[in-house]
């Protein structure tokens, strides 16, 4: 069953797929958009919608009723200019939260200026990592706000999910959260497979409703 809050994602790199295809595993409507066809055709089957078309151009993004969505995030990369400029047009066009990718700090008071609700450096801060410190309790480390109810998290690994993969804590069912990255003293695992192995003190990015995180194990 698909949740009420729309979703709509714009520039496919590597942040961009992560957010979007979590986003929809979880059951909401996640509306994809970028300028490569070869990138609206491999995640297609996993989100809503994925559509080719330049986001800089307004008229499209009117068409597409781009103002109906709840949470834009804006992943375009490399291209500052055109992520300043869609992150422009999204405000403009009544998007109710615009979430946007920055390169640098300054790139980021540039995005501020201009309205965007919320400012994150996924390269600065291995991709997922956010100017916006945690001082919980409860091993929660960082988190992403995509909205004031739906949030990405860094949590250290519960007890409970050492030394088990992730197909078999199917945590999608058992808590409506996905893990979209392990991070390990070694390595980090991006998009784990149900094969990946939790161990002791691996960091987990989660993604979810910030209800369904408040329920996992401590």
């Given at each position: 069953m698909k949740k009420d809050k729309q979703f709509v994602v714009i520039g496919i790199g590597?942040?961009?797929?992560?957010?979007?295809?979590?986003?929809?595993?979880?059951?909401?409507?996640?509306?994809?958009?970028?300028?490569?066809?070869?990138?609206?055709?491999?995640?297609?089957?996993?989100?809503?919608?994925?559509?080719?078309?330049?986001?800089?151009?307004?008229?499209?993004?009117?068409?597409?009723?781009?103002?109906n969505f709840d949470v834009a995030i804006v992943g375009i990369g490399d291209d500052i200019q055109s992520n300043i400029l869609v992150s422009v047009l999204l405000k403009e066009l009544g998007v109710q939260r615009v979430v946007a990718k920055a390169k640098d700090a300054l790139h980021g008071r540039v995005l501020e200026k201009i309205g965007v609700d919320r400012v994150i450096y996924p390269e600065r801060d291995m991709g997922i990592r956010v100017a916006h410190n945690l001082?919980?309790?409860?091993?929660?480390?960082e988190y992403i706000e995509l909205s004031p109810d739906?949030?990405?998290?860094?949590?250290?690994?519960?007890?409970?999910?050492?030394?088990?993969?992730?197909g078999k804590l199917n945590l999608r069912a058992k808590y409506r959260v996905s893990v979209i990255a392990i991070k390990s003293a070694e390595e980090i695992i991006a998009a784990p497979g149900a094969e990946a192995l939790i161990k002791q003190?691996?960091?987990?990015?989660?993604?979810?409703?910030?209800?369904?995180?408040?329920?996992?194990?401590?």
């Open positions: 590597r942040f961009g797929k992560s957010v979007a295809t979590s986003l929809y595993k979880v059951g909401y409507e996640v509306l994809v958009i970028d300028n490569s066809e070869k990138e609206i055709q491999d995640i297609a089957n996993q989100v809503t919608q994925a559509v080719q078309l330049d986001a800089r151009d307004e008229e499209s993004l009117k068409r597409l009723g781009i103002r001082t919980s309790t409860n091993d929660l480390l739906y949030s990405i998290i860094e949590v250290y690994a519960p007890r409970e999910f050492v030394d088990k993969t992730i003190g691996d960091i987990l990015v989660v993604i979810g409703s910030n209800q369904a995180i408040s329920n996992l194990p401590k």
